[in-house]
């Protein structure tokens, strides 16, 4: 495992035994730009981790219209509801930039958690941080009101995918569009194109000429 996935949540829980059970079973997988990992409704065998790269998670509604679940980057668990429910993937899993996914099947891990029970510990742990952090985003939507849910979004993202630069601002390294930002908040483009202009007025926001988005971290103030 690189260095990648030994700074991830999960990973770094386990110790050296652990970690090489998990190896073991595990599988390197290459995916080019816009290969799908895998699709909506087929049957859900194996979970990953991203090593290298990002991957949208994403599903298309009755009228072909894109809804963003998440992004993930290196060290990140998707999907995380595969270690304890069975059926089909509820999402699309697609690769935005070219990736190295770890690929671990969902019935030789539950086979190595029967043999390994303190393993099955550290995972709950690891999910309930994720059951934490899916709650405060729940929050968000429903407390705070469109601008906020806004930044905090951005915000998010540039903790998990962002470069600090010289100036005080973060720059997101998704190539990620003002039309993917509004399905992930069910917004329109409009809205969201109206708020990054106060964003800039106010100093948080700045595009580079590259169309990347950069972000003054310094400036958003977390949910109450």
Do not use: W
């Amino acid at each position: 495992m690189n260095n990648n996935m030994m700074h991830s949540p999960f990973f770094k829980m386990l110790n050296t035994h652990e970690l090489a059970a998990v190896a073991s079973i595990s599988q390197i997988q290459h995916y080019k730009k816009l290969n799908h990992i895998f699709y909506d409704q087929t049957e859900m065998t194996h979970f990953y981790f991203v090593e290298e790269g990002t991957v949208k998670i994403y599903r298309t509604d009755v009228n072909g219209k894109e809804q963003i679940v998440n992004f993930f980057g290196p060290g990140e668990l998707f999907p995380h509801h595969a270690f304890f429910r069975t059926g089909p993937y509820p999402a699309n899993a697609v690769v935005v930039e070219d990736a190295k996914i770890l690929s671990i099947s969902k019935n030789e891990f539950e086979t190595l958690v029967k043999m390994n029970p303190e393993l099955s510990i550290k995972m709950f742990k690891y999910l309930g941080n994720l059951i934490v952090d899916l709650q405060k985003r729940l929050q968000e939507k429903i407390l705070e009101p469109t601008p906020q849910q806004l930044l905090l979004m951005l915000k998010r993202l540039a903790l998990m995918h962002g470069e600090v630069e010289n100036n005080d601002f973060t720059k997101i390294l998704l190539k990620i569009n003002k039309q993917e930002l509004a399905n992930m908040l069910g917004l329109t483009r409009e809205t969201v194109s109206r708020n990054f202009t106060a964003f800039k007025k106010m100093h948080i926001l700045k595009e580079d000429a590259d169309g990347f988005i950069e972000i003054n971290l310094h400036k958003i103030k977390d949910s109450k």
